[in-house]
């Protein structure tokens, strides 16, 4: 068993955006590539579950990456979202902890990470550790152990709503005058849903 693997949810459609985010430019590199070299930096393998339209790019792209593998969602629970992408993960690859992130969050850092691994020596009683920014929560920007077992009990009753499945774990939230000593990033968890969710995000560089 691995101390740490990173899961990088990348299943969607991406049909806000009109584009696949995986495939996003980001610091000279696509958004997918970033994840992934940063990850491996933090964890011992990296997994990455795509759509069926971007696995087989995805293969050719990252060739020169060692300790990755590329699934799509386990088909008992296609179309049942990002929970579907954390069983398969787990299925395939047990580990104690997990980084678990979306493939649209360009402002994930080295030293977020590493944040994050330490709150889970912290608080190694939790199953779930995830951030909280204006009372919201942000489920793909965090750490998990394997719950396979509770998700596949959660996801076979016809459940797919991700806030409802960690309210039946134990969670801890970690509050910003936490996290924000971690990292220089303002919203580490930023996600780009859209065309000008993506504007925002490089108007922000600019500004920088």
């Known amino acids: 068993m691995k101390k740490w693997v990173t899961l990088i949810l990348a299943g ?4 806000r955006m009109g584009t696949s985010k995986t495939f996003i430019p980001h610091k000279e590199k696509i958004m997918i590539e970033y994840l992934v070299s940063i990850s491996q930096k933090v964890s011992e393998y990296t997994m990455i579950i795509s759509n069926e339209n971007d696995k087989s790019k995805l293969k050719d792209l ?4 060692k300790n990755i593998t590329i699934l799509q969602d386990d088909p008992q629970f296609k179309g049942f979202g990002p929970l579907a992408g954390l069983y398969t993960g787990m299925k395939h690859c047990k ?17 977020y ?7 889970t020596a912290t608080h190694s009683q939790y199953e779930v550790i995830i951030p909280s920014h204006h009372e919201r929560i942000h489920p793909l920007a965090g750490a998990y152990r394997n719950v396979k077992n509770e998700l596949y ?20 939230y970690i509050q910003e005058s936490e996290w924000s ?15 000008s969710d993506l504007i925002e995000w490089q108007k922000r560089k600019e500004d920088d």
């Not at 590493?114 to 709150?119: F, I």
């Open 95 to 111: 580990a104690d902890w997990y980084f678990v992130l979306a493939n649209d969050m360009p402002d994930i850092n080295i030293p």
């Open 62 to 65: 990252l060739t020169s990456y």
């Open 181 to 195: 000593e971690w990292t220089n990033r303002q919203e580490p968890f930023f996600n780009m849903n859209t065309l």
């Open 12 to 15: 969607g459609q991406s049909r």
């Open 113 to 119: 990470l590493n944040g994050l691994r330490q709150c």
């Open 153 to 172: 009990s959660y996801l076979s009753s016809g459940n797919k709503k991700m806030t409802s499945f960690i309210d039946s774990l134990s969670s801890y």
